[in-house]
């Protein structure tokens, strides 16, 4: 099977290098970025100005290759691909979680961004987090839990290029 994708836009950040870049959105607070949305998919950003946040998917385009076991930036451990938010991925999709801080005409300025300048949109979808709150009875975060609250002050560094 064959999947193509075509990117519906362009994201826009002050990194251009992946070291020193925050590793979680929790970890890049108040950074600006601007997503370009090619002109002919603006009329898919009706009523998205209503939302505070977006939940946006983009190609990690400078990422060559995968691992399926990976050492991320959260711990000095080794770990599975799939139990990670490793970069290192078979389809090297990434999604964060972005304030969204106004649009005008195809541009959408967003906040709180760690992602590379110059990365490929694949889709953008309202963050709506009641959609999911009834769902989760008892959450489990796995090798996250006592490693999380790094995620706001670690930067990245070349250990997935």
Known sequence: MIIEME?????KTPFNEIEGMPIQPTGAKGIKGLIEIEKKYTEGLKDLESFSHINIL???????GYKLEVK?????KTHGVFAT???KRPNRIGSSIVKLEKIEDNNIHISNVDILNGTPLLDIKPYVPHLYEDTIEELKIGW???????????KSDNRFK
């Open 7 to 11: 990117p519906i836009g362009t994201i």
């Open 58 to 64: 983009y190609l990690l385009h400078k990422i060559d």
């Open 72 to 76: 991320p930036f959260l711990d000095n």
């Open 85 to 87: 938010r490793s970069p």
């Open 144 to 154: 996250f839990e006592k490693k999380h609250q790094n995620a706001k002050t670690l």
